[in-house]
């Protein structure tokens, strides 16, 4: 959101009065969540009102995160990574091409049988979008991890 000048020296003078936020909030013809914002980036802090003016860099604050949410974090993006995995491999048909295979779908890999490979699909999964995840799957065929391992072994 845009400020202008006026509106910021507005602020700097009135922000630390005890004025309600919905009063500079219809003044300003901003959110009270956005007068908080700019508030906070200029240093101005309220009276009688607790408030961190420390102006930490933003890569600490998101570590200090991490560091309280790994294991919420890491979960998530397991669990992103396995349905992005999954509905790759429905796509495929959800089993092997060669053998039928499909009690495991950890056991499912792909095989690129075709076109110019731009890398590994367990990448393009993890790190990628799904529309490039998908323009590489359709260069692959799905096969069980032996008669992955099989086709491999006969081109040695």
């Known amino acids: 959101m845009h400020w ?3 509106d910021i020296i507005f602020l700097k003078e009135n922000y630390p009065k005890r004025i309600p936020l919905s009063d500079l909030s219809k003044k300003l013809n901003k959110s009270i969540r956005a007068i908080s914002h700019k508030a906070a980036r200029e240093g101005l802090s309220r009276k009688g009102f607790r408030f961190n003016l420390s102006k930490e860099p933003r890569k600490v604050i998101e570590k200090r995160y991490y560091e309280k949410n790994k294991d919420k974090i890491y979960l998530r993006k397991k669990n992103r990574i396995d349905s992005r995995r999954e509905k790759l491999q429905n796509l495929l048909g959800g089993k092997c091409k060669i053998c039928g295979y499909s009690k495991c779908s950890r056991a499912l890999d792909f095989h690129h049988n075709s076109g110019k490979k731009e890398g590994n699909i ?9 529309q490039k995840s998908l323009k590489e799957i359709k ?3 799905l096969l ?13």
Not at 123 to 130: E, G, L, R, V
Not at 144 to 156: D, P
């Open 4 to 6: 202008k000048e006026k």
């Open 122 to 130: 367990s990448q393009f999964i993890t790190d990628f979008s799904i």
């Open 139 to 141: 260069k692959c065929i």
């Open 144 to 156: 069980c991890a032996n008669c992955h391992r099989e086709l491999h072994n006969q081109g040695a």
